[in-house]
């Protein structure tokens, strides 16, 4: 080989470890800023489960499974929002409700979404007791409301909230979800 080739060759692999070494030194330096910004930001994520399957309908007789079933799935659906859940709880709700009722159930829960959206908040409810009244189909559940700030919890208060249902088509359809107003 003659001194040219060898210098040409040298040129060749210098400039090539120079652009692996900038690549490298990009590569780290973006690797280190997305690690600061996953370890900076905070996520919040509320996973609603849903019960609906272990209940019954035959010949028009609703069991006590599928009722409460129905009322936490409204519950949770209301109560359990965070901006980025607000049209599945739409959903849910649209799904459960009777026509009759639908645009007044609706428009509740609007009012609660704007207040969420605007706020930037989150709210949990944490059922503790379910009471059923059969002959009247209402239920009321009993629990705690959480709102929080992102990750920060914000406030904590108790809530009875009564959910009633109408007959409709051998099944039962959510006619009315809203919060009993303790007495003083």
Known sequence: MDLLNIQKTLKQSRMAMGIAVTCATVLLISNFLLAIKVFSQSNQVVLVPTTISDGMVARGAVDKGYIEALALDAVYAMYNTSPRTIEYGRNVLER??????????????????????????????????????FAAYEVVVEGM?????????????????LIRFKPQAGSVRLSSIGIIMEES
Not at 99 to 127: C, H, L, M, N, Q
């Open 96 to 133: 459960l409700s009777s026509p009759g009722e639908r645009a007044k159930i609706i428009e509740t829960y609007e009012r609660i979404a704007t207040d969420i959206t605007e706020r930037k908040i989150s709210t949990v409810f944490f059922p503790r007791k379910i009471e059923h009244n």
């Open 145 to 161: 409301l959480g709102t929080y700030l992102e990750t920060t919890q914000i406030t904590r208060e108790e809530r009875r909230v």
